[in-house]
């Protein structure tokens, strides 16, 4: 029996030699094509075969600009895309959307849940509405923008990359940030850039409590030339006055501090 919209169903995918998901040849093709773009309706699709169906036009018919309708929230959309393409899902994504990827463009119309962009190597994520906890987790390149809030870890373990929200983010956002960029135009929750390695935060509203050797910025012509960029590229409008944050690198040596002296760091 076909399972009902939005209904997850848990199915184990072939894999070939490279480890990548093989494509189904049993599944019907569904997509109206037109020239190099497509557009279908996943409305009473699995998410097996809506990526199935992706990763076919994308990589067996060659389209560059794919229109996704009815997503339903269904998790793991748009998982592991290696090309340069344009994605657009014309609703609401669940947990794990376009985790993976490395190198299309993506627009998310709705909302997602937890773990977007996770491990996202290069590309674009732009999503029109909010997005759950652990954004960009593990990101290492590419920009994730977000129109409304995030929720909590953002950037958890961020190795590269830009991720920016016009809206607030919840707690230990930047948590063990290595690399990259976050510009927060809102409010950021206790714990921010907590055990941050490197990189750096930049936050527009009020900041409820710093983490561990999270501490403040000097500003740069860079910084300015970065947030104006960025602004610019995704039609963001007007940067709002930003504070910056880095790492204060006192917990580079943590492991050969005395006892004593680990109680003045923390």
């Given amino acids: 029996m076909e399972p009902v919209s939005g209904e997850q169903v848990n199915e184990q995918p072939r894999m070939d030699e490279r480890g990548l998901v093989e494509l189904d040849d049993s599944i019907p093709k569904v997509a109206e094509i037109d020239g190099t773009k497509a557009q279908f309706d996943a409305k009473d699709m699995t998410t097996r075969k809506i990526n199935a169906e992706l990763r076919w036009l994308i990589y067996e018919q060659g389209i560059k600009d794919v229109t996704v309708l009815n997503p339903s929230a269904r998790h793991s959309l748009g998982t592991a895309i290696l090309a340069r393409c344009r994605i657009r899902f014309e609703g609401s994504l669940g947990y794990f959307g376009c985790g993976l990827i490395d190198g299309p463009e993506i627009h998310i119309t709705g909302r997602v849940g937890w773990s977007v962009a996770e491990n996202m190597m290069s590309g674009v994520i732009v999503v029109d509405g909010n997005a759950g906890s652990l954004a960009g987790a593990a990101l290492r390149g590419g920009d994730l923008v977000v129109r409304g809030d995030l929720g909590a870890r953002t950037g958890i373990d961020q ?72 602004f610019s590229s995704y039609d963001l409008g007007e940067p709002p006055e930003l504070q910056k944050f880095v790492c204060g690198k006192k917990l580079y040596n943590y492991d050969s501090l005395e006892p004593s002296e680990r109680k003045l760091v923390l």
């Fill in 159 to 230: 190795k590269g990359g830009t991720i920016i929200t016009l809206g607030n983010a919840a707690s230990m956002t930047g948590f063990m940030m290595q690399r990259g960029r976050q510009i927060i135009c809102g409010d950021v929750g206790p714990g921010l850039g907590d055990s941050m390695y490197d990189g750096t935060i930049y936050v527009g509203g009020k900041v409820a409590a710093l983490g561990i050797d999270c501490v403040p910025g000097d500003w740069t012509d860079a910084d300015t030339e970065l947030i104006g960029r960025k």
